[in-house]
């Protein structure tokens, strides 16, 4: 059975950095591509950024571009959010989830498997 096990989620103050880490079992990492959600209290969960199974192609939410990186490493079964520049309105629980499509997708719907979310909290 897959799961996906975020972790590195906490409070930062803002202007600072996470890494938030998923390790997926269970399934064929390299077969997935893996994207991030958020979702912050009152709000629908929102797309991040995904990266493709491959790791050749990454994709951003405009509110994150250029300060937020997804990586992967297929050998540990692991993909990243390296989070910096961070800010109050990224304060919400982070999801990771995987997609049989190569490279996933932006909406909810695209993906199979999903985590239970670590949050992070971004004080002013």
């Known amino acids: 059975q897959a799961q996906l096990v975020e972790s590195g989620g906490g409070l930062v103050q803002a202007a600072g950095s996470l890494r938030l880490s998923c390790s997926a079992s269970?399934?064929?990492?390299?077969?997935?591509?893996m994207g991030w959600f958020r979702q912050a209290p009152g709000k629908e969960r929102e797309f991040v950024g995904v990266?493709?199974?491959?790791?050749?192609?990454?994709n951003y939410a405009d509110s994150v571009k250029g300060r937020f990186t997804i990586s992967r490493d297929n050998a540990k079964n692991t993909v990243y959010l390296q989070m910096n520049s961070l800010k109050p309105e990224d304060t919400a629980v982070y999801y990771c989830?995987?997609?049989?499509?190569?490279?996933?997708?932006?909406?909810?719907?695209?993906?199979?498997?999903w985590g239970q979310g670590t949050q992070v909290t971004v004080s002013s």
């Open positions: 989830a995987a997609s049989r499509r190569y490279y996933g997708g932006i909406v909810v719907a695209a993906y199979d498997y």
């Open positions: 269970g399934l064929t990492f390299s077969s997935y591509a």
């Open positions: 990266i493709s199974l491959g790791g050749g192609s990454t």
